[in-house]
């Protein structure tokens, strides 16, 4: 197992290294750039321009461009941000409490609704129920997000008044517990649906598989409880892909919900990586990047050897 | 000019008290000088009131206290003031810093740093217009209690100018050759060359700590700009959530008027319908930047407890042609182009019908605005005509070619713009009836105002801009054949419009301190670049706001980039 994981530590570092070239390369190539921004401003010159650039180092070669960014990141210097000039490494930090905020209330609802509706489904096969699970979810998932959202901002916070159209807190206020989570539950449910659909179809796909076995037969056989059969016999069973899910879910957590929390004005990482994307705040879309690939690499990794925890049937070598 | 002012609003107050006819009022006020728009606008309901030194208009002394939530569609980011100029970091930055004087709507010069206005007549300024002496107030402080001195001036000014700093711009600093402190109120300097808008550019100096920050390594990431301004201004910093909102709170020993708010909170709602959203569930007070959009101007005037302020702009929207192109240096081409455009239409149809047309690069309010150019006639058949006479003959396609040349060419804008994306099929389809073959190539923000817009890349760009200098009317740096960067020129003349006749008229407008002489330029610099049709004018930008009912002192200004340039004077009703 140490083995295993070993090698699979080097193969990750490798993998990582090439991802940020490629990135670092493709950001730089492509067309635009950060002082683009101040272009219009009345009395901007060209030379001005020209000193902006050269500020954030832009005048250099790439691969020097390269190398530095690099040193600075094994040093823990992330850069500083093109757009607000502070460490890269604040910004981005000061992200993850409100993104977490949104993305896990949203996968914890996805889970409950999700793996209830899956088991529910799988058990009650080809009934209403389960017909109306399996169109609410192909309906969940084909809804754009930013259509919905907006539906629900019409309709309960303009219309009807009972949410407010946006925000994580009610501005000016002193902090309440209650004011937050009157701001967090529309976007974490319009979140939480898309997830729902995943949820519930791989968990109806997973329990399906499993309670047609004979071990379950042989457990109502016993006259072991339904209950116990289902949640301690075949879920415990059908859970493997859904540690995989979870976890391949994790690097979500971080990197947010782009488009929930554009509308829903909440300042997430998805919004970060939006704007440094449009005015092109190289500094902040690579720390994101390497947070984003070390999440993928890191949980892809945690997930298969968790699943071999959780699942009998798999060794390594 | 001030006392002019107070002098027609006093006038105004009495009409509206029925003290003096409307025609008596206007033949007082243009005896004293004014247009007859402006004379109006002083009569104009909810426009009456004053200068913000002044409160004629105003029934009692405001009340103090409460908030405002401001809201913009882009994030402000950049605090210090020297460093971005840009509309959204100036909206947070007039309520934080001060200039030595200010600009109001109507767009006199207000001590504010400074006690006085220099001029030549108080000796502020030297007969050649080669030397200035600025007088400071000694009652400012800065934010941490200490005095605003002379220090602070000579500072900022070295910062600006400082090869390592990243400074919004430079322009007319760069002609300072000598500049001291005899004292601790007051500031001298001596100029390289007469320069006109040199007021116009202390005004938007807004001015930075010495004291702070003459110890910092690097100005360029000092946390002065992002999470700890200090200014003098009425508003204090308290703090950033990023992604999310800003938050100011009153400044009790401000120098100047008010503030009357005890805070002001600007919150960055990126999509504009859930930014209108917000306006009307109330969980913004105010629309900053970027305001209303024309196509909710009808159901925003409807809407009860708000007010809907619709001004205008200092913005114009062009067609710029790219001279490097040999097509666009026939004169012919561009005005079969200019007579192929159905404004009018893009006006009505695109957007709502609330700008208006425009002949000019500056906006209507300017002191040098030139009301008498001819005005654009949308007439295919006279496009054809002036392209036949040329020697511009219909192709198999219909697309005209003239020595093997053929009249195609793209149109380039900020990509996602939905309503210049409408406008741009409206010119491609007139054009195409006159044989003027146009694709449309958008891109995105960070691409096109990049180096395809900066070195000229471009065919052709729809761009909206002041092409003027802030508040002042000189367009050098755009229209000059020295300003091309395409051709190692400094400047933003990226039209690559060469026209020797007009550098005359520019450089003499520059330099000439006399502003009824400078008036008579600038209207020649328009007429000639209406003339030869540098640029495609289309329209002035309106600026569509609302607040909540009751904020006093909410003044759109065209002087300024951003509406909250006077909060010091805001408060609730």
């Known amino acids: 197992m140490t083995a295993y994981f070993l090698r699979r530590l080097r193969q990750s570092v490798v993998l990582l290294i090439l991802v940020t070239i490629v990135a670092f390369g493709l950001m730089h190539l492509a ?79 996805a889970i409950v609704v999700g793996v209830s509706l899956g088991v529910l489904g ?79 179809r791989y968990t109806r796909a997973s329990m399906i598989e499993v309670v047609n076995q004979d071990y379950i037969r042989t457990a109502r056989a016993k006259g072991l409880g339904e209950r116990r059969v289902i949640w301690g016999h075949a879920f415990r069973n059908a859970a493997g892909p859904l540690v995989t899910l979870a976890g391949l879910q994790i690097p979500f957590l971080f990197s947010g919900a782009l488009v929930t929390e554009s509308v829903f004005t909440w300042p997430g990482m998805g919004r970060l990586f939006v704007d440094s994307l449009g005015y092109r705040d190289y500094p902040v879309l690579m720390g994101v990047l390497v947070v984003t690939a070390l999440l993928v690499i890191g949980s892809n990794l945690a997930a298969d050897l968790l699943v071999a925890v959780v699942d009998p049937r798999i060794r390594f070598r | 000019m001030i006392r002019h002012h ?35 606008s002083f009569l104009a309901p909810g426009r009456a009131s004053a200068a913000p030194t002044r409160s004629l208009a105003r029934q009692a002394e405001p009340k103090k206290g409460g908030q405002v939530i401001v809201g913009f ?32 709507d109507k767009g006199a010069l207000i001590p504010n740093l400074a006690t006085e206005l220099p001029s030549v007549e108080n000796g502020g300024i030297g007969k050649d217009g080669l030397s200035y002496t600025f007088k400071l107030r000694n009652d400012a402080k800065w934010h941490d209690g200490q005095p605003f001195t002379a220090k602070d001036v000579l500072f900022s000014h070295a910062a600006i100018m400082n090869p390592d700093f990243a400074a919004g711009n430079r322009i007319g600093h760069d002609k300072i050759t000598d500049i001291s402190a005899p004292d601790d109120h007051t500031v001298t300097m001596k100029l390289s060359e007469a320069y006109a808008p040199f007021l116009i550019v202390w005004m938007d100096t807004y001015l930075i700590p010495e004291h702070l920050l003459k110890d910092v390594k690097d100005l360029n990431t000092a ?36 503030p009357y708010l005890d805070k002001i909170i600007f919150k960055y709602v990126p999509d504009l319908t859930v930014f209108f959203t917000q306006f009307k569930t109330g969980e913004i007070d105010a629309t900053g930047i970027q305001g209303i959009t024309a196509d909710n101007y009808a159901e925003a005037k409807t809407l009860q407890g708000k007010t809907i302020y619709n001004a205008p702009s200092p913005f114009v929207e062009f067609i710029y042609m790219n001279f490097g192109k040999p097509v666009f240096q026939d004169k012919a081409v561009r005005e079969a182009m200019y007579a192929g455009m159905d404004k009018q239409n893009i006006i009505d149809k695109v957007y709502y019908g609330l700008p208006a047309p425009s002949e000019t690069y500056l906006p209507e309010a300017s002191w040098a605005f030139d009301p008498d150019l001819p005005a654009q006639k949308f007439d295919v ?20 070619e003239k020595d093997g040349v053929k009249l195609s060419f793209t149109t380039s804008t900020t990509a996602g713009n939905k309503v210049r994306e409408q406008a741009q099929q409206y010119l491609q389809q007139t054009w195409k009836e006159a044989g003027i073959d146009m694709q449309i190539n958008n891109m995105p923000a960070a691409v096109i105002w990049g180096d395809y817009y900066n070195k000229s890349q471009y065919d052709t760009v729809m761009i909206g801009l002041n092409a003027g200098l802030g508040a002042d009317p000189d367009g050098t740096t755009r229209f000059g054949s020295n300003y091309i960067p395409a051709q190692g020129g400094g400047g933003q003349n990226t039209m690559q419009y060469k026209n ?67 909060t010091n004077v805001w408060s609730w009703a």
């Open chain 1, 122 to 200: 799988a058990l009650r096969q080809r009934s209403l129920p389960d017909y109306l699970a399996t169109i609410g979810a192909m309906v969940a998932l084909s809804v754009p997000t930013f259509w919905f959202g907006l539906m629900v901002i019409f309709v309960f916070a303009e219309r009807l008044g009972w949410i407010p159209s946006g925000g994580r807190e009610t501005l000016g206020a002193d902090f309440s517990l209650a004011d937050r989570l009157h701001h967090l539950i529309a976007p974490a449910l319009v979140l939480g649906l898309v997830l729902v659909a995943t949820w519930s």
């Open chain 1, 31 to 109: 067309p635009g750039g950060p002082e683009a921004v101040y272009a219009l401003s009345p009395g901007m010159r060209a030379e001005d321009l020209q000193r902006i650039r050269a500020s954030f180092g832009l005048d250099q070669p790439l691969p020097v461009q390269y190398v530095k960014w690099a040193a600075g990141m094994l040093t823990g210097d992330w850069g500083r941000s093109y757009r607000d000039s502070r460490p890269v490494r604040d910004v981005i930090f000061d992200r993850i409490p409100a993104t977490l905020e949104l993305t896990v209330t949203a996968l914890a609802i």
């Open chain 2, 6 to 40: 107070d002098d027609v609003m006093r006038l105004a107050d009495q009409v509206r008290a029925g003290r003096l006819s409307r025609r008596e009022f206007f033949a007082r006020a243009v005896a004293a000088g004014f247009s007859l728009t402006m004379a109006s």
């Open chain 2, 381 to 400: 058949e006279q496009a054809k005509q002036t392209l036949d006479a040329a020697g511009w003959k219909p192709g198999a396609d219909g697309i005209r």
């Open chain 2, 223 to 258: 946390d002065f700009n992002s999470i700890a301004p200090v200014g003098t201004g009425p508003f204090k910093w308290v703090e950033r959530a990023p992604g999310d909102h800003i938050t100011v709170a009153a400044n009790p020993d401000y120098h100047g008027e008010g």
């Open chain 2, 73 to 104: 569609s882009q994030e402000p980011t950049v605090f210090n003031p020297l460093k971005s100029t840009l509309e959204v970091d100036r909206g947070v930055q007039y309520s934080l810093f001060d200039s030595l004087w200010r600009i109001d």
């Open chain 2, 500 to 566: 020797p006749d007009l550098d005359k008229l520019l450089d003499a407008g520059a330099k000439e301190l006399d502003q009824a002489k400078r008036k008579e330029i600038y209207f020649k610099v328009q007429q000639v670049l209406r003339d030869d049709l540098a640029y495609l004018p289309i329209f002035h930008y309106v600026t569509i706001e609302g607040t909540k009912e009751g904020l006093q002192e909410y003044k759109p200004s065209v002087f300024v980039v951003s509406n909250q340039w006077n």
